[in-house]
């Protein structure tokens, strides 16, 4: 009798979340490893000194809490996961520079995918010369190694900004979710609803982002998602390969210092190992964070 009683109770919760798909332990938990690492630079910045950020603030390659360095050194409470070669306190560069290259990720993500809604929506709806040259103009732009021309570029121009090098990003990004989009939308501008709003005398920008738009939210996020994790990975890759904001803290930048100090020779894994288990668990909580994304779009994904 207990176990029918708690099998029914076990029923009763799965089918709760499926009448509620927002409530995705996928979801849930993605999400709360990403608000971890924004909340770790909001808090970390009024709770821990920033100023061993600078260079020559702490004692060169210490190594964390627990651990001795091949010197001998022990690690010490006041930098509790190391230093690095240039007397900084690891803590204090990855509060700064966590959230900065997620914030390169998501402002790139945000400008591609509005100018991949706008493209991909008048493509779609609109048809005709307007689909057949957003459509090639995609086609074109996605064969072009995005990575190469920003080394290019990156190169040419010296240092940039956090937010010049996310534009740069974004000039990449639209392509897919213009492609996809369109898809979305051509198979949808024959639906009924569309049809009364046209018979209604609506506007095209209003059929277009007022009726059919809020159809693919799901779907725009799960895209939006998948941008982010692909600009973060091309941020880090330029980063790593010495390109990218020179003064400024991000986790591709510390991982490039480390290898380019010999980080791998002297065993100082550390320095170079926590940045890239922080890059592991962002693109962890993405991932979990599209999983569950797609499973609200997609009821037959859900399990009861």
Partial sequence: MADTTELSRAQIRRMKRFDNPWRNPKLIWG????LGIVFMGILGRLLWDMELVFTGSAP???PPVGFENLRGQAGVAAHPIGTDGAGRDLLSL??????NSLLVGLLASCIGMSIGIFLGFSAGFLKGRVDDTIRILADVMITIPPLLILVVFQASFGDVSLTMMAVLIACFMWQSPTRLIRA???SMRESGYVQMARLSGASTMHIMFREMMPNLVPYLFGSFIANVTTSIVTAV???VLGLGPQRIPTLGRTIYEAINSGALIQNLW???GIPTILLA?????LLLINLGLDEVSNP?????
């Fill in 60 to 62: 060169l390659k210490l």
């Fill in 300 to 304: 037959r994904l859900r399990k009861l």
């Fill in 281 to 285: 668990v962002m693109f962890v909580g």
């Fill in 184 to 186: 979305q939308v051509l």
């Fill in 237 to 239: 890759g330029l980063e």
């Fill in 31 to 34: 999400a709360g490893l990403i």
């Fill in 270 to 272: 550390w320095w170079w």
């Fill in 94 to 99: 990855i509060i700064i520079g966590a959230p």
